[in-house]
């Protein structure tokens, strides 16, 4: 098979790689940026999220990506042209405390946030249930809460990156797996299902997937699969106001704009990268919804998913080039919607520049883990 | 009451008293076994919900699979008439888009 | 040795018989449906207070007859056959074990054999105004007819492909509507090339005569070769244009009739409920006229998963007698393969019930080219036709994502959300696959779609959160 050439080859159309596709094409630098997708449309973590994003985090890193991340969410109708919008129904996040010492914990958090720049406050339980009047008032006894959190549409937003990066000239390909990374000369061949491309670039945006591609050029990525599991309900309206967290479930509820709820909850389970359904879920999941939101036990159940998220040692990110010249990296560790526009802004700099001076580039690099430099999210989450 | 022979839309016998049901501002009156959507019919209501888009809907499958006939049912949205068994003092409702 | 668990989900006439024929043979039965009442879709019974004459002419209903008095047999035995009735399978896991609604919880049900008999759902083609109130299905009409006693119009347009639309023209006539007109995409003298089929089901054929005379006697126009064109009407459906068509399903404009109508029931075929043996993980295979995506299975109904078998139209529309007598045959080897036995003594042991069913297949293999549709139908619908009713995605709507080059099922449902309703996507895939073949210019649906998730159903989520230990 005759290979093609590109100037930029990114494999993986999901939130990372078709927003760094889109920060590339912004800097209009005449580059030929082709994107290459092992599935079709969204059949990724991307399609398979619970679609919740949020500055309330402990690290000043993650904030940093998040309130530019969420500042473009803001922008994304205009800055993208995609009229009607990537649904982002911006009415906070609300992280319920299971008791008074959690909530001390929050109290902290909040303050440390402050400083940071986040408008986060503690919610007593009567202001809690003025935002959802659904919510179990036993379970209450504070939250804390940051007006800026929300959540968008993965859809949409994976729609509206695409759109606007083909409307840019970049070549997206569905259906096609790249099977195998190699160095030649000062360029890298990618092997796919379809034939091999060269580029001289190389961005690798699979997630979980990605230590399969890097281990045969010596790098040993430690990302690992860990399977989470969602369902979603018939829509019901009118639709409640913030994202609802339990932290010591890892639950996590969302009502979309159309009504339906998502929940979510994530647990230890074995690293694995199936995405089968677990047996004993729905019970679990549907457990919590009903506990936490006891006025919709009634509301049918229509849809259950799994899918692999990415695990690192400090389930922090790993980006940036790697040891091989011209091949870059951007895997999330389980937040990699929420970060997708600031990850692709530094990433598309990262690959044009070779540099960017944006902090989280410098932190969040592969070398910590062999100089033990991790770094821990210190909220108490 | 046992009545045989076809009543309007109604085929064959019925055992059992005929009652009623509220469907908005209409009295439906229905025979136990009867579904709401059954009842519906026979009294020729066969609007059973306006979509999100404006458009009316009413039963499709009559058997539970396609959930077009949504409506509201003793306060209840997105209740299927044609798998709800139609009770006296009933009160049905169109369903306006998502409710 | 304990008896072998067998769990069957399907009360029709291929779940009940295979119900009855583990039983017999000494198993442990547990029988599943969501009806409230035993009968599958063909003998669907209503509430006894209906006290209903029974829609059907003699044969069918003898052939009803036979089935409930097996579920009976079964039902009133001692040590009984364990029966849910609406009761929802919504999942299938390893082991098999197969999960269940219940009235107010859930449960899981663990199995040496779980027999899917899940039966068929009706298949739409969208034209404008198919989603006016008063257009039905007509299956669907009929099944309010045999369940509630109620005929859904006055005033009836019956239309759509194969003898089904004959049948429930026939029933609404003999119910007291007037038939405005019945229309045939394929003329059903196309069954005339296996006149070997044709006289293994003279009784279904002459059942079929007596129908057509029904009609002819009621003053029916039964229109062949002709299809829908538009409905129209506020709030409801008040007419019916239909026109004949080119051959390939596309309506010869200037041939179209109007026909003032209350109702408008119809037809084209029907979908297999595939999806707890393709959630079990069972191998598909496509077949455009028995069910589409259908699971493969070897001729005792075992699929490649261990402990999971399928019997009746659910593994691929074949009407009530196939149904029948494969799940006799379902049931026997289900319960001899728990007990280790080899196909060579199933064969000898189930001959007469191969012959059975090798007999009424040949029939069902006649009335295939009714069911065949040409890809013209799935031009009918235009931009602004709702083609997924739950969320409300048009034709155009889809078209536009097939443009942006979106051409599975599955891209073209997370691109435009068609499918992911209430329904799951029962009414409006199979017009999502016609698009998407014509996308990739292929020939219809090569990609076989993927492993659905749960649920098969949709589930209040109180019950799911109450599961029986
Ligand atoms: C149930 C659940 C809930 C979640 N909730 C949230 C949330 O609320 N907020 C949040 O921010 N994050 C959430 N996440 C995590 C989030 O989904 C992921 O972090 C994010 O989607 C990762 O984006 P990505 O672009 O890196 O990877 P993906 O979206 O997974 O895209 C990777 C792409 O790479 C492709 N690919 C892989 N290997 C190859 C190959 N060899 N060749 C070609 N293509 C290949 C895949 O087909 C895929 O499309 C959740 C995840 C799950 C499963
Ligand atoms: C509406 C309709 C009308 C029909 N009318 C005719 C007709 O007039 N003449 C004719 O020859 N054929 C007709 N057919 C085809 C007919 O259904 C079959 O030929 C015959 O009934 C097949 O028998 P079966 O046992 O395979 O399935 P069915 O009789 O369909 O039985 C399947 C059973 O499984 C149950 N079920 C399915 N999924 C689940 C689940 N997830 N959980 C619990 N229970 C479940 C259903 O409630 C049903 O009772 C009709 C089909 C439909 C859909
Ligand atoms: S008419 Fe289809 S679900 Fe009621």
């Known amino acids: 098979m005759s290979t093609e050439t590109t100037d930029i080859l990114i494999i993986g159309a999901g939130a990372y790689g078709l927003s760094a596709a889109w920060w590339i094409g912004e800097r209009d630098t005449g580059a030929r940026v082709m994107v290459l997708d092992a599935g079709d449309f969204a059949a990724n973590g991307t399609g398979s999220c619970g679609a919740g994003v949020r500055m309330q985090w402990g690290l000043e890193l993650s904030i940093g990506l998040m309130t530019e991340s969420i500042a473009f969410f803001e922008d994304a109708e205009k800055r993208l042209d995609f009229p009607g919008g990537i649904e982002f129904k911006q009415e906070g996040y609300m992280m319920l405390a299971r008791d008074a010492d959690m909530l001390g914990d929050f109290q902290a958090n909040v303050e440390r946030q402050n400083a940071l720049g986040v408008p986060s406050r503690i919610l007593s339980p009567e202001e809690a249930l003025k935002m959802v009047p659904e919510l179990n008032p036993d379970l209450l006894v504070g939250a804390a809460f940051c007006p800026k959190d929300g959540t968008v549409s993965p859809f949409l937003w994976l729609d509206a990156l695409l759109r606007a990066i083909r409307r840019a000239g970049a070549e997206v390909r569905f259906g096609t797996t790249v099977t195998r990374l190699e160095q030649k000369g000062g360029t890298i061949v990618a092997q796919t299902t379809k034939g091999p491309v060269e580029a001289a670039k190389v961005l690798v945006c699979t997630d979980w997937a990605a230590p399969q591609l890097l281990a045969p050029l010596g790098i040993d990525l430690p990302i690992e699969a860990m399977p989470n599991e969602a369902m979603v309900t018939e829509p019901w309206q009118p639709v409640f106001g913030p994202c609802l967290v339990r932290i010591e479930h890892g639950l996590f509820i969302n009502q979309l704009p159309r009504g339906s709820i998502v929940a979510v909850v994530t647990r230890e389970l074995p690293k694995d990268e199936s995405s089968s359904n677990h047996a004993d879920w729905l019970p679990l999941g549907a457990g919590l919804f009903v506990e936490t939101l006891p006025a919709f036990a009634h509301l049918n159940i229509v849809r259950n998913w799994c899918h692999p998220v990415s695990i690192t040692p400090d389930m922090q990110p790993i980006l940036g080039e790697m040891a091989v010249p011209g091949l870059f990296l951007a895997v999330s560790a389980y937040k990699g919607f929420m970060t997708s526009p600031a990850v692709g802004r530094l990433m598309a700099d990262v690959v044009l520049d070779g540099r960017s001076n944006h902090p989280a580039l410098a932190a969040f690099n592969l070398k910590r883990f062999e100089t033990g430099d991790l770094i821990p999210e210190p909220l108490v989450i | 009451m046992n009545k045989t022979g076809k009543i309007g839309r109604r085929l064959g016998g019925r055992t059992g008293e005929p009652f009623t049901f509220i469907f908005d501002d209409s009295t439906i009156e229905a025979w136990p076994g009867e579904s709401v959507a059954a009842a519906l019919l026979a009294a020729g209501q066969v609007v059973l919900r306006i979509a999100e888009d404006g458009g009316a809907r009413g039963v499709v499958c009559g058997i539970g699979l396609c959930w077009e006939c949504r409506c509201v049912i003793d306060g209840r949205p997105n209740v299927r008439a044609c798998m709800t068994e139609a009770r006296a003092g009933m009160r049905v409702r169109r369903q306006q888009g998502l409710e | ?469």
């Open chain 3, 1 to 469: 040795m304990t008896a072998p668990r067998i769990v069957v989900v399907g009360a029709g006439p291929a779940g009940i018989m295979a119900a009855r024929e583990a039983k017999r043979r000494g198993a442990a039965v547990t029988l599943i449906d969501e009806a409230l009442r035993p009968g599958g879709q063909i003998y669907r019974q209503g509430d006894a207070a209906l006290a209903s004459s029974g829609v059907g002419l003699p044969e069918e209903l003898a052939h009803k007859r036979t089935v409930l008095e097996a579920f009976a047999e079964v039902a009133e035995a001692a040590e009984a056959v364990d029966y849910h009735s609406g009761a929802t399978a919504y999942a299938v896991f390893p082991g098999p074990q197969l999960h269940v609604a219940l009235a107010d919880s859930s449960r899981v049900f663990e199995a040496d054999a779980l027999i899917l008999a899940t039966g068929v759902g009706e298949r739409a083609v969208p034209f404008p105004g198919w989603t006016l109130p008063g257009v039905l299905y007509a299956g669907g009409v009929q099944a309010i007819m045999k369940a509630h006693g109620v005929r859904a119009g006055d005033r009836v347009a019956v239309v759509g492909a194969g003898p089904l639309i004959i049948a429930v023209a026939a029933q609404l006539a003999e119910a007291g509507a007037e038939i405005a007109c019945v229309t045939l995409l394929t003329p059903l003298r196309v069954m005339a090339r296996r006149p070997l089929g044709l006289w293994a089901g003279r009784g279904v054929v002459r059942e079929g005569m007596a129908y057509l005379r029904q009609l002819r006697r009621a003053g029916a126009p039964v229109l062949e070769g002709w299809v829908p064109v538009h409905a129209e009407g506020a709030p409801a459906v008040e007419s019916l244009c239909v026109a004949r068509h080119d051959g390939a399903g596309r309506p010869l404009m200037g041939s179209e009739r109007r026909f003032d109508v209350d109702m408008v029931a119809m037809n084209f075929g029907f979908t297999a409920n595939s999806e707890l043996a393709r959630m079990a993980g069972a191998e598909v295979r496509f077949d455009s006229v028995r069910g589409g995506w259908v699971p493969v299975r070897n001729e005792f109904g075992a699929t490649a998963v261990p402990g999971v078998f399928v019997a009746g139209d659910g593994a691929a529309l074949r009407g009530a007698f196939v149904a029948a007598a494969e799940g006799r045959i379902v049931g026997a080897a289900a319960v001899l393969t728990a007990g280790g036995k080899g196909t060579a003594e199933l064969h000898q042991e189930l001959a007469a019930e191969f012959t059975e069913r090798r007999s009424h297949q040949a029939f069902q293999d006649a009335l295939r080219p009714t069911l065949d549709l040409p890809s013209g139908v799935w031009s009918w619908a235009t931009d602004d036709t709702v083609v997924c009713r739950c969320e409300g995605i048009t034709q155009g709507r889809l078209r536009q994502a097939v443009d942006e080059g979106h051409v599975t099922v599955n891209g073209i449902k997370r691109n435009t959300r068609a499918g992911m309703g209430w329904c799951g996507g029962r009414t409006c895939l199979a017009s999502v696959a016609a698009l998407a073949a014509q996308g990739q210019a292929g020939p219809p649906a090569e990609t076989p779609p993927m492993r659905p998730r749960p649920l098969a159903r949709p589930v209040p989520a109180g019950i799911l959160a109450r599961r029986e230990p």
